[in-house]
């Protein structure tokens, strides 16, 4: 029987392409300007090209606008399918010399004080030790870098669906990937706590200092309208994504 990470990399992996092209559809809409901009607020001011780390960099998508800003960027993912797509995307985008690696986001390799600035989105709530990995997302920061976290409690949310019979439809899953999906957050820890307070308590634990918090990050970024046809979330069961971002002391 597989465990929850091995289940996890095979539901990911599974979606590799279909995923893959939702992301490269948003990375040619206005949402890539608007989450452009929002990065710009976070980057480290630094005369030397910063090292940047996605982590989940799934299609690549942030690992693309990284490397559009100037920095050098380095992606991890748990699925060599994902992998695949990543590169492919980034050399029909303009991403070269974006260093791909295959990496567990909650046991990363890379030495301590690696990077300037580290970045995860919708990533967190689907692993199995959430605290373990913004561990690692701090160790791997250098003091002064900026870690940066976009994600939501989709896992309490999809199991809410769930019980009342309300799991939504998607346009590009079956109902049984869906299930899946469900089955496996609802079995992560994080789904189950109080967001973003949980992130806040933790990092606080973690010693960084300047904790900011932006909630409703979609309308934050006048995206609402436009992810509202891929929710993932029921009209009556929300998570809304919202972004946590600290400095390393």
């Known amino acids: 029987m ?10 990911w992996s599974g979606r590799a392409p279909e995923f ?7 990375f040619a809409s206005v949402a890539r300007q608007s989450y452009e901009d ?42 060599p399918e ?5 590169r492919k995307n980034a050399t029909e985008r303009g991403g070269k010399g974006i260093d791909f690696r295959q990496m567990d986001a909650q046991n990363l390799t890379f030495a301590d004080n690696s990077f300037d ?23 791997v920061l250098r003091p002064g870098g900026i870690l940066l976290n976009l994600d939501a409690n989709y896992g309490k949310a999809f199991w809410e669906a769930d019980q009342k019979k309300e799991t939504p439809t998607h346009p590009t899953q079956t109902l049984e990937q869906l299930r899946e999906r469900n089955e496996i957050a609802g079995a992560c820890q994080i789904a189950w706590e109080k ?15 300047h904790i900011r918090i932006e909630p409703d990050l979609d309308r934050r970024l006048g995206l609402a309208e436009v992810n509202r046809p891929y929710s993932s979330a029921s009209t009556k069961t929300k998570a809304s994504m919202f972004a946590v971002a600290a400095e390393k002391a």
């Open 117 to 139: 600035f580290v970045i995860t989105r919708n990533v967190m709530w689907i692993v199995e030790d959430a605290q373990r990995m913004y561990f690692h997302m701090h160790r």
């Open 38 to 79: 929002f990065l710009l607020e976070f980057l480290p001011a630094k005369q030397e090209p910063l090292e940047a780390l996605d982590i989940g960099t799934g299609a690549g998508f942030f690992a693309l606008i990284l490397r559009k800003l100037g920095c050098r960027v380095t992606a991890v993912d748990f699925s």
């Open 2 to 11: 597989k465990n929850l990470s091995e289940r996890s990399n095979a539901y």
């Open 195 to 209: 967001r973003p307070g949980w992130d806040v308590a933790v990092l606080s634990e973690l010693g960084v200092r």
């Open 20 to 26: 893959s092209a939702l992301r490269m559809n948003e």
């Open 82 to 86: 994902m992998l695949a797509q990543a």
